[in-house]
């Protein structure tokens, strides 16, 4: 036998005036009272007698509930209709069992429709009228029609349309509507279908506190509630305790149980005359209801309101498919744009560009308003996002708070005390660490769910006056009403939060093989620099040994020439003369090449000997040396000080100097010649120091010469490159310049021009502030 489960009302409050201060204990599965639109028999389960009746039975079949007190079911009906019943005991549950019978031993034999169900210890048998000429309510084409139609549909939202529309097509209530509940238990009117000229309830917002606890305890029970007039006058229970408990008996699934008389002014206040409602159940909890109103009273037969009742259970068994398969259309939806993601992202040489720069975005995976890129100090926005100080602000909190791989919120406020004032754009933050170390971080944010949700009119509790006495009741008022939602985004979903890590897994598993390419790199780079290195060695150790080996024998070469020239000159011709005069000239001129070359060679196995360099007393004494050139060549020096002093080795440094001094006297063409020296503007730079300008000391040698063509301010570096013939501008090997250039690169430094042809050349070469 099934027992009554564990109350959460007051049962101490059966028979006191229920008020809106205590309604939310209401004992509303023990009224005691019965809707009129039918009588109920109880009867004992074991001597199968009247053990109590509804007052107005009377008013059916002309009979007292007294009289009908320790009767059995024959003192109501024939022969056949009894052993009919009697063959229902055995079986019966809470599921309630209908049985057309005609009451033979009432006046005018009535037909009423008996509902019999087992509960509390008790037979249950609720009788309601109808007329003979009633048809049934059994239509198979058109039940056919209306499962065809909610298995088509493809959303929660269609499937939930078309419950409601063929619930109102079979009943005829002016308006039925899909009412869901929420996390909070507050709930919305998602679908509805209406008499044309009734106000629409759709998308409206109900609170919780509109269903007490106890209420939804037995709608998980009791599935489908019928009130088909809400002015109804209740009929007591004769007697109202079970004589054999003592107690009222339990009603919970009672057809003709008699309702709240809170519940009775919410549907008055609302302009609702009859109503039915009908449990939407998934996995054991209320996720919603079919709720049924008319502006008049309606009787709905039974038949209609267990068709209706097979409708909702349809639905509720199908419910999760359609959820599921809504959920999936969406999960397809984020793993599509996941996968055009990986392959933007595989496609870039900036793995990062391909989340923000190519078709598919960030904002493509989830249903979101903003997304936020946090790399490497680098912040990039999509979408709706916070300000750039906010999210700096949020960054460092992230960084600082949380220590998970995947964070998400749909209330950032909760947790972050910044985060109201980032509601409009960020109330809900769902964020991947892109490294180990905090600080790296890609966010999707979402702002608050509806900045303003409609509700049926304001939910405060209404006071009023009766008979001197202040009464609480429901509100009056259901006129849509705004209520801003508070820091509060829509939640995110577990698929949403693993499609997030799966994004984070990608990016990771990318920056182990950028790292892994570069390891590699590197590792060929250090070779390379290796090998490039002892190469360099072995052209230096060449270069210094061919060099000074070459020297003795073309020293022979030119004494030798020399002599010839001093004791046989007059043995020979005019032409023979030329002809050693141009071999004592050609060997000079090797000798220099040569003496060049081993200068170069030696810089590159020389040691530097650094110490702090005043640079004002190293130009002075480069000019000092030069000073009877330039005298010769009316060349003024323009010293633009005061200079620092540099770490650096002089003996080096004043080469250096002395070259670029001496090419600026000797590339001019002008009467009046000047060369300017000095320290260059800060951030003045070569393509080697840009990025950390601030690290260097950056001098200049500027003239008034005749200039380089663009074309060859790199030629100019290079050893042995000429750019004019042999007898222009005093000669010289070309090496100077490669000389000079390699010095300061030793110095860990730079070397570079600026010039045009024809407007003179500033020479500019960098020195590091600290070595």
Request: with cysteine; net charge negative.
């Amino acid at each position: 036998m099934a027992q009554p489960a564990t109350q959460l009302s007051d049962e101490s409050l059966f028979g006191q005036t229920i008020t809106l201060t205590n309604c939310d204990r209401e004992p509303i599965h023990i009224p005691g009272l019965v809707q009129p639109y039918g009588f109920l028999l109880c009867l004992d389960e074991k001597t199968r007698l009247v053990v109590q009746a509804s007052e107005n039975v009377e008013a059916h079949v002309g009979i007292s509930a007294d009289e009908l007190l320790h009767k059995g079911l024959d003192r109501l009906l024939g022969p056949d209709r009894l052993a009919e019943v009697q063959a229902l005991w055995p079986t019966l549950g809470t599921t309630p069992q209908l049985l057309g019978a005609r009451l033979d031993y009432v006046k005018g034999q009535p037909f009423f429709k008996l509902i019999l169900h087992r509960y509390d210890g008790l037979l249950w048998v609720e009788f309601e009228p109808v007329a003979e000429t009633e048809v049934s309510a059994l239509d198979l084409p058109s039940l056919n029609f209306t499962l065809a139609q909610m298995l088509e549909a493809r959303t929660v939202q269609e499937f939930s349309q078309r419950a409601v529309e063929h619930v109102r097509e079979i009943t005829g209530f002016a308006r039925v509507g899909m009412y869901r509940f929420a996390p909070d238990e507050s709930g919305e009117m998602i679908a509805e279908a209406k008499r044309a000229d009734l106000d629409p309830l759709l998308g409206l917002h109900y609170p919780a506190s509109d269903i007490p606890q106890q209420a939804r305890a037995m709608y998980l029970k009791n599935w489908l509630r019928f009130i088909p007039d809400v002015d109804y006058l209740a009929a007591p229970l004769v007697p109202v305790r079970n004589p054999a408990t003592g107690r009222p008996p339990d009603m919970t699934h009672s057809v003709l149980r008699s309702v709240s008389p809170i519940h009775i002014e919410y549907m008055k206040n609302m302009g609702v005359a009859a109503t039915m409602t009908i449990s939407i159940i998934q996995d054991g909890r209320l996720w919603g209801m079919i709720m049924c109103h008319h502006d008049s009273p309606r009787l709905v037969s039974y038949e209609l309101r267990e068709l209706c009742l097979f409708i909702a259970k349809t639905f509720s068994a199908l419910l999760p498919t359609k959820l599921q398969l809504e959920q999936s259309a969406y999960l397809l939806r984020v793993q599509q744009a996941q996968a055009q993601l990986f392959e933007q992202m595989g496609n870039q040489s900036n793995f990062l560009a391909g989340l923000y720069e190519q078709p598919t975005t960030l904002l493509d995976v989830f249903d979101c308003g903003g997304a936020v890129i946090f790399f490497e100090g680098e912040l990039i926005t999509l979408g709706h996002t916070p300000t750039e100080p906010q999210l700096r602000d949020l960054q460092e909190w992230l960084r600082t708070h949380v220590r998970q791989d995947v964070f998400h919120t749909d209330s950032l406020a909760r947790h972050y005390p910044l985060g109201r004032a980032l509601r409009a754009t960020a109330s809900g933050v769902l964020a991947i660490a892109l490294t180990q170390e905090p600080g790296d971080y890609i966010l999707w944010l979402r702002p608050e769910v509806l900045q303003n949700v409609a509700w049926a009119g304001k939910h405060e509790k209404v006071q009023k006056m009766e008979d001197g006495q202040l009464f609480l009741s429901p509100r009056q008022s259901f006129a849509a009403w705004s209520q801003e939602v508070e820091n509060t985004a829509a939640p995110w979903l577990p698929l949403e939060v693993e499609a997030a890590r799966a994004i984070r897994l990608h990016i990771s598993d990318i920056r182990v093989k950028i790292l892994n390419e570069l390891q590699a790199r590197a590792a060929s780079l250090s070779r390379l620099n290796t090998e490039l290195a002892r190469s360099n060695d072995e052209l230096d150790s060449f270069a210094y040994i061919a060099s000074h080996d070459l020297k003795e024998p073309l020293r022979g070469i030119h004494n030798y020439s020399v002599f010839l020239l001093e004791d046989y000159a007059e043995l020979l011709d005019e032409e023979g003369v030329s002809k050693l005069q141009t071999l004592v000239r050609l060997s000079q001129r090797m000798e220099s090449l040569i003496d060049s070359l081993l200068q170069l060679s030696r810089i590159g196995r020389l040691d530097l000997e650094l110490q702090p360099t005043d640079m004002n007393q190293l130009v002075a004494e480069v000019i000092e040396l030069l000073q009877p050139r330039l005298d010769q060549t009316r060349t003024a020096v323009e010293v633009r000080g005061p200079l620092p002093t540099v770490p650096a080795d002089p003996t080096r440094l004043r080469e250096v100097l002395n070259n670029l001094l001496s090419n600026a006297l000797k590339y001019s063409n002008k009467p009046e010649r000047l060369v300017v020296l000095g320290e260059a503007e800060p951030g003045t730079a070569g393509v080697r120091g840009a990025a950390h300008a601030a690290n260097y000391h950056v001098f200049y040698v500027q003239d008034n010469g005749i200039g380089i063509d663009p074309r060859h301010h790199d030629t100019i570096f290079r050893i042995f490159r000429r750019l004019h013939a042999q007898d222009k501008y005093g000669g010289g090997t070309g090496a100077g310049l490669a000389i000079a250039k390699k010095m300061i690169e030793k110095h860990g430094g730079e070397l570079w021009v600026e010039s045009a042809l024809g407007e003179g050349a500033t020479f500019y070469f960098s020195i590091p502030k600290a070595i």
